[in-house]
């Protein structure tokens, strides 16, 4: 893979293309083996630079390696311009900023001091050929930094500043060369450290600018004032040069000394050169003058110049303490929308959050550059929406839903967030991600649509609101299934005698539902789960209508997930000769579509279950007819849910099926014939879960619903209130 595989790479793959073509290329070519391609300077063109700015240096030659080396291991940081400039995003040891990967607080000097970025971007390690199977796991040459690796225990321990939250690396190979100062540099460095020859590397640039290509380029490194506010906390660190806390530079064997020289340079630099970092406190007075009480404001907030802050009637941004929003980005909250930023928390350049529901972004959040949250969507331009056809973009009106970031969670570059989703604690979601689905804490996602790819042990952080899915069942002994209890049965130090009596102190639902809920709970711990098991033993399709009516009106509960199933006992009480209790299949029918007319008003996703065909209740003759007619009722049944939108889950041949294979003993699947075993209950759980597996039904339900704007207000507005002044 050539390094510049990024839009970069289209120029090079059209120059490809053309000369293929036209015959001056044949394939295979020769493989890249450099990524040296750019402009180079004379030793002559360094010396003017530094002459002109009466800097002091050395002219070390053929010891510059050594020389650096010692200051890296002293805990100095180093520029390091060398030779032709690289082609591709990466440095590659032409234009670098190079230091001792030994302690994670190197790490963050570089981020806060030097490069004023945020503190969880990820600095890469150089290392020679020889140290690579120790610390990335393999001898296979890495030479252009664009492959990330798992590190190894030996690189956790003992180059963690270049370990990356996730576990990973991304490395540079460099092999061993007599003529190469830099490999020179990482053989020295090892020589006087004891340690593996790596070092950290990256890119010779300041923030939101590109690699320095050429010394003129690089004046405005030399020559600015150090002494910038850092835009995250100040981290100590280990032998910090006495003046400045930009890098030492070595250029072409002369060795820029810290000293009073710059620090005289500094006092009257040119007005061009300075930094033009605006004044913080003029951003934040800017914005208490412009949104007064529809704006919380922390202290210690760093905020650009030219953030865009638009806040409606009604609506309320908090910003929590030591925020730090870069460059170019926008905040809009909508009239009756919240924004809640937390404490820490980090937002790069051209992000653009837009709320019409509620955005929250957690404790110690990072989104990076160019980041698009936005809560709500048009809404279709139906004639519904638009009955009298205007053409207007918001004409059809918006439907919106909360987006919440949690604590720890970290967004990379040119990730969308769309409405209604959560984002666990301490997620990280890769570049140019499209995030459409909710993604569980301590996970790795990436892609369009982001999709998880593996999850981590994630660092402790506090849970904000944890969601909660509400699910219910509604059906016949199936899913009831009571069974009596006493603690001392279950109690594995205090199992009473074999032949002793034990007294019922209970009742307990068990089952396939009761397995069902703690298989949940155990998949997904981050979310409780409210069950509702409605199974009654006996009950006809009659008698279940009777209790999804009389569930609504005594407790109004809302349903993300409703299983229902029935028909077993509208069958059964015919075959008993109980007629006056017994459901014809036309009433049956009414029930059922009743059922769910009501249930799909205040349910989000309907799981109509089949009935599981009767065992050995009766002769065989009377058993095969019962199965007859039950599968009728099951047929209306699926025809039901189909209609409703409604998913059906078909147990019947899944369960005939292992009442045939089970050595022969159909019976092992009931206990009476109609009841079930714990055989029987584990065939229904497997396939349950298997249609959840299916169609992502709990991943789905963690996205919060899209509703029209003014009802997402409405019911989502308690989840903000906390962020927002009492009586706001």
């Known amino acids: 893979m ?15 293309e053309v000369a293929l073509r036209r015959g001056d290329l044949t394939l295979p070519g020769p493989a890249m ?37 010692g200051q890296i291991a002293l805990g100095r940081t180093v520029g390091w311009f060398q030779g032709r400039m690289e082609a591709g995003p990466r440095a590659l040891g032409r234009r670098s900023i190079l230091a001792d990967p030994r302690h994670t607080n190197t790490r963050d000097h570089i981020n806060d001091r030097i490069k004023h970025r945020e503190p969880w971007r990820p600095l890469a390690p150089v290392l020679l050929d020889e140290a690579a199977p120790d610390l990335i796991g393999t001898s296979t040459p890495h030479p252009f930094m664009i492959v990330a690796r798992q590190a190894t225990d030996t690189a956790r321990k003992l180059i963690p500043a270049a370990v990356h939250t996730d576990g990973t690396l991304r490395p540079q190979t460099v092999t061993p060369d007599a003529t190469d100062p830099y490999a020179a540099l990482l053989a020295s460095f090892a020589e006087q450290t004891g340690r593996p020859p790596a070092l950290l590397n990256t890119s010779f640039n300041h923030e939101a600018e590109p690699i320095v290509c050429t010394p003129p380029r690089r004046r405005g490194d030399l020559r600015r004032r150090p002494a910038r506010r850092p835009r995250h906390r100040t981290v100590p660190h280990p032998q910090e040069l006495p003046v400045t806390d930009r890098p030492t530079l070595p250029v072409h064997g002369r060795y820029v000394e810290p000293g009073s020289g710059h620090h005289r340079q500094a006092k009257d630099r040119d007005p061009a050169m300075t930094s033009t970092t605006p004044s913080r406190p003029a951003a934040a007075e800017r914005l208490r003058a412009e949104h007064g009480p529809a704006l919380t404001l922390g202290d210690d907030c760093d905020l650009p110049d030219d953030l865009q802050v638009e806040i409606d009637p009604g609506a309320h941004l908090t910003l929590g303490n030591r925020v730090s929003i870069r460059r170019g980005s926008t905040i809009q909250v909508h009239r009756g929308a919240t924004v809640a930023i937390g404490d820490d928390v980090a937002i790069g350049e051209h992000t653009f959050i837009s709320a019409m529901a509620g955005i929250r972004i957690g ?46 969670a970290i967004l990379a570059n040119k990730v969308t967030v769309t ?61 009831e299934h009571l069974e009596a209890v006493n603690a001392q049965m279950t109690t594995q130090a205090n199992l009473p005698e074999i032949g002793s009596k034990v007294t019922v102190e209970a009742w307990a639902q068990r089952g396939w539902v009761h397995r069902l809920a703690l298989s949940l709970r155990a998949a997904w711990p981050h979310i409780a789960f409210d069950v509702h098991n409605h199974g009654e033993g006996g009950a006809t399709s009659r008698d279940i ?56 008003g205040y349910t989000r996703r309907i ?48 369960f005939t099926a292992a009442a045939r294979h089970l050595t022969g003993e159909p019976a092992t699947l009931w206990s009476d014939g109609v009841h079930l075993t714990e055989l029987g209950d584990t065939v229904l759980l497997q396939q349950t879960e298997q249609l959840l597996a299916e169609h992502r039904i709990v991943e789905k339900l963690l996205d919060y619903p899209l509703m029209e704007r003014d009802a997402a207000l409405t019911a989502y507005g308690p989840m903000f209130a906390q962020h927002r002044p009492s009586g706001s």
């Open 2 to 16: 050539q390094p510049a595989a990024g839009d970069a790479g289209c120029a090079i793959g059209a120059a490809l």
């Open 33 to 69: 083996t450099t990524a040296a391609l750019g402009p180079a300077f004379t030793p002559g063109t360094a010396r003017a630079l530094l002459d002109d700015y009466g800097l002091p240096y050395r002219d070390h030659g053929d010891d510059l390696p050594t020389v650096a080396a």
């Open 363 to 408: 404790t110690g959040a990072a989104l990076s550059n160019m980041v698009d949250l936005h809560d709500h969507n048009h809404r279709p331009r139906t004639a519904e929406h638009v009955p009298t056809g205007q053409l207007v973009p918001w004409a059809s009106g918006f439907e919106a839903a909360p987006i919440i970031i949690e604590p720890g």
């Open 419 to 479: 409405a209604g989703v959560r984002i666990g604690a301490n997620a990280l979601v890769g570049a140019n991600a499209m995030v459409s689905h909710s993604i569980a804490p301590d996970t790795v996602a990436t892609g369009v649509p982001a999709t998880p790819r593996r999850t981590f042990d994630g660092a402790p952080a506090p849970r904000e609101d944890p969601r909660t899915l509400t699910i219910g069942f509604f059906g016949t002994s199936i899913m």
């Open 545 to 600: 209508a009777g209790i999804v009516e009389a569930d609504r009106a005594t407790t109004g509960t809302d349903y993300d997930l409703v299983f229902l199933g029935c028909g077993i006992n509208d069958v059964w009480r015919r075959f008993q000769g109980r007629t006056a209790e017994a459901v014809g299949l036309d009433e049956y029918t009414r029930h059922l579509n009743a059922m769910l007319d009501q249930l799909s």
């Open 607 to 654: 799981v109509v279950v089949s009935e599981t065909p009767f065992g050995p209740v009766e002769g065989p003759d009377t058993v095969t007819a019962m199965n007859q007619e039950l599968a009728r009722y099951n047929t209306a049944a699926h025809a039901a849910a189909a209609a409703h939108g409604a998913l059906f889950l078909d147990v019947w041949a899944p």
